[in-house]
Protein backbone atom coordinates (compact mmCIF):
# COMPACT_ATOMS: atom_id res chain seq x y z
CA UNK A 1 0.00 0.00 0.00
CA UNK A 2 1.24 3.38 -0.91
CA UNK A 3 1.47 6.01 1.91
CA UNK A 4 -0.35 8.33 0.17
CA UNK A 5 -2.68 7.59 -2.80
CA UNK A 6 -4.57 10.02 -5.33
CA UNK A 7 -6.54 9.23 -8.33
CA UNK A 8 -4.01 10.52 -11.58
CA UNK A 9 -6.96 11.63 -13.85
CA UNK A 10 -7.25 13.26 -16.30
CA UNK A 11 -10.46 15.00 -14.66
CA UNK A 12 -12.16 16.87 -17.52
CA UNK A 13 -14.75 19.55 -16.25
CA UNK A 14 -16.44 22.72 -18.34
CA UNK A 15 -15.43 26.08 -17.20
CA UNK A 16 -17.18 27.23 -13.88
CA UNK A 17 -17.75 23.60 -12.51
CA UNK A 18 -17.00 22.72 -8.76
CA UNK A 19 -14.48 20.55 -8.45
CA UNK A 20 -13.11 18.18 -5.90
CA UNK A 21 -9.50 16.60 -5.58
CA UNK A 22 -8.49 14.32 -3.15
CA UNK A 23 -5.64 12.43 -1.13
CA UNK A 24 -6.08 9.18 1.09
CA UNK A 25 -3.29 8.23 3.39
CA UNK A 26 -2.21 5.42 5.58
CA UNK A 27 0.50 7.24 8.12
CA UNK A 28 -1.70 8.92 11.03
CA UNK A 29 1.59 10.64 12.50
CA UNK A 30 1.34 13.16 9.89
CA UNK A 31 0.27 16.53 10.48
CA UNK A 32 1.00 18.87 7.67
CA UNK A 33 -1.11 18.79 4.47
CA UNK A 34 -0.22 20.99 1.46
CA UNK A 35 -1.54 20.91 -2.42
CA UNK A 36 1.01 22.36 -4.66
CA UNK A 37 -0.53 23.27 -8.69
CA UNK A 38 1.93 22.19 -11.12
CA UNK A 39 1.71 23.25 -14.90
CA UNK A 40 3.28 21.67 -17.67
CA UNK A 41 6.83 21.74 -17.80
CA UNK A 42 7.41 23.76 -14.39
CA UNK A 43 8.09 22.98 -11.29
CA UNK A 44 5.23 22.63 -8.31
CA UNK A 45 4.36 25.85 -6.19
CA UNK A 46 2.03 25.49 -3.12
CA UNK A 47 -0.97 25.99 -3.02
CA UNK A 48 -2.66 25.19 0.15
CA UNK A 49 -1.80 24.65 3.09
CA UNK A 50 -3.39 23.06 6.26
CA UNK A 51 -2.10 21.99 9.84
CA UNK A 52 -3.88 19.00 11.32
CA UNK A 53 -7.84 18.33 10.70
CA UNK A 54 -10.54 21.16 9.37
CA UNK A 55 -10.66 23.53 6.44
CA UNK A 56 -9.03 26.26 5.18
CA UNK A 57 -10.61 28.54 2.51
CA UNK A 58 -8.59 31.24 0.12
CA UNK A 59 -10.34 33.04 -2.76
CA UNK A 60 -11.81 29.77 -5.24
CA UNK A 61 -9.94 27.22 -3.32
CA UNK A 62 -11.00 25.38 0.20
CA UNK A 63 -8.87 22.04 1.48
CA UNK A 64 -10.38 19.85 4.28
CA UNK A 65 -8.38 17.58 6.22
CA UNK A 66 -9.72 14.46 7.75
CA UNK A 67 -7.23 12.88 10.20
CA UNK A 68 -9.75 10.43 11.31
CA UNK A 69 -10.60 9.20 7.74
CA UNK A 70 -6.80 10.08 6.65
CA UNK A 71 -8.77 11.72 4.11
CA UNK A 72 -7.66 15.21 2.61
CA UNK A 73 -9.66 17.18 -0.26
CA UNK A 74 -9.39 20.05 -2.58
CA UNK A 75 -12.50 22.00 -3.86
CA UNK A 76 -12.25 24.69 -6.79
CA UNK A 77 -14.95 26.99 -6.99
CA UNK A 78 -15.89 28.37 -10.50
CA UNK A 79 -13.45 26.57 -11.94
CA UNK A 80 -11.29 28.61 -14.77
CA UNK A 81 -9.14 27.17 -17.78
CA UNK A 82 -6.35 28.83 -15.95
CA UNK A 83 -6.82 26.12 -13.67
CA UNK A 84 -5.76 23.57 -15.91
CA UNK A 85 -2.84 21.98 -14.00
CA UNK A 86 -1.48 18.79 -12.46
CA UNK A 87 -2.32 19.06 -8.42
CA UNK A 88 -0.13 17.53 -5.64
CA UNK A 89 -0.82 16.44 -2.77
CA UNK A 90 1.71 16.33 0.05
CA UNK A 91 1.79 15.79 3.64
CA UNK A 92 4.52 15.43 6.09
CA UNK A 93 4.67 15.42 9.97
CA UNK A 94 5.60 12.18 12.67
CA UNK A 95 9.59 11.01 13.35
CA UNK A 96 9.79 11.75 9.85
CA UNK A 97 9.98 15.44 10.64
CA UNK A 98 7.24 18.35 9.09
CA UNK A 99 10.39 19.23 5.98
CA UNK A 100 10.87 15.43 4.20
CA UNK A 101 7.51 16.09 2.14
CA UNK A 102 5.40 12.56 0.55
CA UNK A 103 3.63 13.88 -1.90
CA UNK A 104 1.02 11.55 -3.72
CA UNK A 105 1.17 10.71 -7.67
CA UNK A 106 -0.67 13.72 -8.61
CA UNK A 107 -4.09 14.46 -10.60
CA UNK A 108 -4.60 16.45 -13.90
CA UNK A 109 -7.13 18.62 -14.51
CA UNK A 110 -8.39 19.83 -17.53
CA UNK A 111 -10.79 22.87 -17.60
CA UNK A 112 -12.62 23.81 -20.85
CA UNK A 113 -13.98 26.83 -21.97
CA UNK B 1 15.33 37.76 -6.56
CA UNK B 2 15.63 34.76 -9.31
CA UNK B 3 14.88 32.06 -6.32
CA UNK B 4 16.20 28.51 -6.88
CA UNK B 5 17.35 27.94 -10.71
CA UNK B 6 18.25 25.11 -12.28
CA UNK B 7 20.48 24.14 -15.02
CA UNK B 8 21.05 22.36 -17.25
CA UNK B 9 17.59 22.95 -18.63
CA UNK B 10 17.82 19.56 -20.99
CA UNK B 11 20.41 16.38 -20.97
CA UNK B 12 21.15 13.54 -22.88
CA UNK B 13 23.70 10.57 -21.04
CA UNK B 14 25.00 7.74 -22.56
CA UNK B 15 24.90 4.51 -20.23
CA UNK B 16 28.00 5.27 -17.62
CA UNK B 17 28.79 8.69 -17.72
CA UNK B 18 28.07 11.23 -14.79
CA UNK B 19 27.46 14.39 -14.55
CA UNK B 20 26.16 17.13 -11.77
CA UNK B 21 23.31 19.07 -11.72
CA UNK B 22 23.66 22.45 -10.45
CA UNK B 23 21.31 24.25 -8.21
CA UNK B 24 21.13 27.50 -6.78
CA UNK B 25 19.17 29.48 -4.38
CA UNK B 26 19.10 33.31 -3.42
CA UNK B 27 16.79 33.59 -0.88
CA UNK B 28 19.38 32.43 2.00
CA UNK B 29 17.42 29.33 2.82
CA UNK B 30 18.64 26.69 5.54
CA UNK B 31 16.96 23.78 3.51
CA UNK B 32 17.54 22.73 0.36
CA UNK B 33 16.25 19.34 -1.69
CA UNK B 34 16.22 17.07 -4.86
CA UNK B 35 13.32 15.17 -5.94
CA UNK B 36 12.87 13.21 -9.06
CA UNK B 37 9.51 13.08 -11.16
CA UNK B 38 8.67 10.14 -13.00
CA UNK B 39 5.43 10.22 -15.00
CA UNK B 40 2.64 8.87 -12.79
CA UNK B 41 4.64 8.93 -9.76
CA UNK B 42 4.81 11.97 -8.02
CA UNK B 43 7.62 13.27 -6.67
CA UNK B 44 10.59 11.32 -4.62
CA UNK B 45 13.24 12.73 -2.27
CA UNK B 46 16.47 11.79 -3.23
CA UNK B 47 18.67 13.72 -0.72
CA UNK B 48 18.22 16.81 1.29
CA UNK B 49 20.00 19.13 3.27
CA UNK B 50 19.44 21.50 7.12
CA UNK B 51 22.19 23.46 6.15
CA UNK B 52 26.36 23.78 4.95
CA UNK B 53 28.09 20.76 5.86
CA UNK B 54 25.00 18.78 6.37
CA UNK B 55 22.78 16.13 4.20
CA UNK B 56 20.87 13.15 4.69
CA UNK B 57 19.52 10.78 2.33
CA UNK B 58 15.85 10.86 1.67
CA UNK B 59 13.48 7.53 -0.41
CA UNK B 60 15.90 7.64 -3.12
CA UNK B 61 19.11 8.34 -2.54
CA UNK B 62 20.91 5.12 -4.65
CA UNK B 63 23.18 6.15 -7.66
CA UNK B 64 23.47 9.91 -6.26
CA UNK B 65 25.45 12.06 -4.49
CA UNK B 66 25.57 15.62 -3.03
CA UNK B 67 27.22 17.97 -1.47
CA UNK B 68 26.65 21.52 0.31
CA UNK B 69 29.40 23.89 0.59
CA UNK B 70 27.39 27.15 1.06
CA UNK B 71 24.01 28.00 1.96
CA UNK B 72 23.07 29.20 -2.18
CA UNK B 73 24.58 25.66 -3.68
CA UNK B 74 23.59 22.14 -3.79
CA UNK B 75 24.64 20.37 -6.68
CA UNK B 76 23.45 16.67 -7.26
CA UNK B 77 26.10 14.23 -8.29
CA UNK B 78 24.90 11.70 -11.01
CA UNK B 79 28.04 8.78 -11.00
CA UNK B 80 27.37 5.98 -13.62
CA UNK B 81 24.22 6.51 -15.04
CA UNK B 82 21.24 4.03 -15.75
CA UNK B 83 18.43 4.42 -17.96
CA UNK B 84 16.78 4.29 -14.55
CA UNK B 85 17.49 7.33 -14.25
CA UNK B 86 15.31 8.88 -16.51
CA UNK B 87 13.48 11.49 -14.79
CA UNK B 88 12.68 14.82 -14.33
CA UNK B 89 15.00 16.36 -11.45
CA UNK B 90 13.82 19.13 -9.13
CA UNK B 91 15.69 20.98 -6.75
CA UNK B 92 13.76 23.11 -3.88
CA UNK B 93 14.64 25.00 -0.88
CA UNK B 94 13.07 26.38 2.00
CA UNK B 95 13.14 28.56 5.56
CA UNK B 96 12.76 27.12 8.71
CA UNK B 97 10.02 29.32 10.89
CA UNK B 98 8.88 30.27 7.02
CA UNK B 99 5.16 30.49 6.18
CA UNK B 100 3.28 27.65 5.59
CA UNK B 101 6.45 25.36 5.45
CA UNK B 102 6.80 26.29 1.90
CA UNK B 103 9.51 24.50 -0.26
CA UNK B 104 10.17 27.06 -3.66
CA UNK B 105 11.08 24.76 -6.48
CA UNK B 106 13.09 25.19 -9.49
CA UNK B 107 12.17 24.99 -13.25
CA UNK B 108 13.76 21.01 -13.25
CA UNK B 109 16.02 19.39 -14.85
CA UNK B 110 14.74 16.91 -17.79
CA UNK B 111 17.37 14.07 -18.00
CA UNK B 112 17.52 11.26 -20.50
CA UNK B 113 19.92 8.37 -20.35
CA UNK B 114 20.62 6.48 -23.39
Known amino acids: QKEVEQDPGPLSVPEGAIVSLNCTYSNSAFQYFMWYRQYSRKGPELLMYTYSSGNKEDGRFTAQVDKSSKYISLFIRDSQPSDSATYLC?????????????FGTGTRLLVSP | NAGVTQTPKFRILKIGQSMTLQCTQD?????MYWYRQDPGMGLKLIYY???????DKGEVPNGYNVSRSTTEDFPLRLELAAPSQTSVYFC?????????????FGPGTRLTVL
Open chain 2, 27 to 31: MNHNY
Open chain 1, 90 to 102: AMSGGNTGFQKLV
Open chain 2, 92 to 104: ASSYLGGRDHEQF
Open chain 2, 49 to 55: SVGAGIT
